[in-house]
């Protein structure tokens, strides 16, 4: 017999099993990535916008 719990299936980036698709560390790392190239992007807009 199967259980009737969640069905936990390996998380996209670290392969751990986990109730989403991607567990909540690698969540928690794939948004701190985001936010650090948002913040490249917006440095260099504006590096660019201040030299012309
Ligand atoms: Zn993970």
């Known amino acids: ?3 009737k719990q969640k069905k ?3 998380c996209l980036t670290c ?6 698709t991607i567990c909540l560390a690698c969540r928690n790392r794939i ?3 985001a936010i650090d190239k948002k913040q490249e992007v917006e440095r260099k807009g ?3 916008k201040g030299r012309v």
């Open 31 to 33: 948004q701190g990535e």
């Open 15 to 20: 392969g751990r099993p986990s109730p989403e």
């Open 1 to 3: 017999m199967k259980k």
């Open 46 to 48: 504006r590096t660019d």
């Open 8 to 10: 936990e299936t390996p």
